[in-house]
């Protein structure tokens, strides 16, 4: 019988096993990913990078989630949560490249 997440993730927690935490991010990428480019309006490549970033931050923190903590929920809440800082850092970068392009255009002319 395959194990729950909370098996997993208490291995993972306890153990450091690898083969845990590969088998929670197989189970969880899709719903990472797909929430994700909903939220980044289709961007598939920042998609990809708030699906990383994620996954990093679920292993740095694994252990100090509660035991009683519903993976899939916190996964989906940190996925809209870094997706929407990506989007909001997406667009102030833009913003200042804008800037600079007309700042340099003026000094061209």
């Known amino acids: 019988m395959p194990a729950d997440d909370q098996q997993l993730l208490r291995q993972y927690t306890e153990e450091r ?3 845990a935490f590969a ?5 969880h990428i899709d719903l990472v990913y797909a929430a994700a480019l909903r939220v980044v309006n ?3 490549h920042l998609a990809q990078d708030v699906t990383q ?9 694994a252990a100090s ?9 916190w996964l989906h809440r940190h996925t809209c949560f870094t997706a929407a800082t990506a ?14 392009m007309q700042m340099r255009a003026l000094d061209d002319a």
């Open 17 to 19: 096993s690898e083969s």
């Open 23 to 27: 088998e929670l991010v197989r189970r």
């Open 42 to 44: 289709g961007d598939t």
């Open 53 to 61: 970033t994620v996954f990093v931050h679920f292993a740095r923190k």
């Open 65 to 73: 989630l509660p035991r009683s903590v519903l993976l899939a929920g």
């Open 87 to 100: 989007v909001r850092t997406e667009r102030r970068r833009k913003a200042r490249e804008q800037i600079a």
